[in-house]
């Protein structure tokens, strides 16, 4: 909850598309490799269908779509579970894309807002708050789904061929994890098309530190020249220094010795956010350009 590197905006909203590309492939996989008949009979013998069990079972699960399974899986729950641990996963993935969007909300960031919506958001009692509920609700959905997820892991331990309790649990949990996650890329969807963005404010709070966001890449620059132990104990005394003399960084940086050999022009582009964002451009791209993919083949389809 500090102040600790700049990052653009845009590197956090692709850290957020980034996964759900993945739950997409996921998902595609599931599709094609993850479904299976569930045909057993009793115990899963099929004895009474005598020798055209198999046949049965066969021309069975080509007429649903569905894998043919090479014994019965009835008790043995980890095709279930594998296929709801996908859709948890999602579902976390919206709620950290939630509670993002809670943080940067706080009236003391401003950062982001939900689209305005008469009635929506506001306190019975103080009419000026406008509070993030969808965010919340991702926040609530992936804490709901997770705990459904929770039963479902324990009800991998079925007891011999046709367990008692286990997958009756079922019945509760998987349809009701369905629809918590399903609820949370409906709500998702809604507040990302419509997320207002205030770069201002970022601007603004990127500042707030007086330059002091800037630390370590000063100290990469001091590094080269006395090493990064050395750079390290002597930039954080120059940041000591200045809180106590309520100076900005820089002001302090033009004023010490191991920087006086160094131009204002030279300490001004270390102290520069945009000259210190690292790889964010090519990894940007990375996931941008795998989106274009996917949606170009409507692979969420």
């Known amino acids: 909850m500090q102040h600790a590197l700049p990052i653009t905006f845009g590197f956090k ?51 649903l779509g569905l894998n043919d399974p090479d014994i019965s899986w009835h008790s043995s729950r980890e095709k279930l579970v594998d296929i709801m641990h996908r859709l948890t996963a999602i579902a976390g993935t919206l709620g950290k894309i939630g509670k993002d969007i809670n943080l940067m909300s706080q009236t003391e960031i401003g950062e982001v807002f939900e689209q305005k919506i008469k009635g929506r958001g506001i306190s019975s009692t103080m009419p000026q708050k406008r509070n993030p509920i969808a965010a919340q609700g991702l926040m609530v959905s992936a804490k709901t789904v997770a705990n459904y997820m929770n039963l479902l892991y324990q009800e991998l331990s079925h007891d011999h061929e046709r367990s ?13 994890l369905i629809i918590h996650a399903a609820g949370g890329i409906g709500v998702a969807q809604e507040l990302l098309t419509h997320l207002e963005v205030n770069s201002e404010k970022m601007h603004e709070n990127l500042m707030k530190t007086n330059g002091f966001v800037m630390a370590e890449a000063v100290m990469m620059q001091l590094a080269k020249k006395i090493g990064k132990q050395q750079a390290h104990a002597a930039v954080h005394k120059v940041i000591e220094q200045a809180q106590i003399e309520h100076k900005t960084f820089q002001e302090a940086l033009e004023q010490h010795e191991l920087l006086k050999e160094y131009l204002k022009e ?20 990375a996931v941008l350009k795998k989106a274009n993919v996917v949606i170009k083949n409507k692979k969420f389809n």
């Open 164 to 176: 008692s309790g286990n997958w009756q649990t079922e019945w509760m949990t998987v349809p009701n």
């Open 13 to 63: 909203a692709t850290l957020w598309l980034s996964p759900i590309l993945n739950h997409l492939e996921n998902l595609k996989s599931i599709q094609k490799n993850g479904l299976y008949l569930q045909f057993g009979g009793a115990v899963g013998t099929l004895a009474s269908l005598d020798a055209n069990a198999i046949k049965t079972k066969e021309a069975l699960g080509k007429e």
């Open 266 to 285: 030279t300490i001004s582009e270390w102290l520069n956010p945009k000259n210190y964002l690292g790889s964010i451009e090519p990894m940007i791209g």
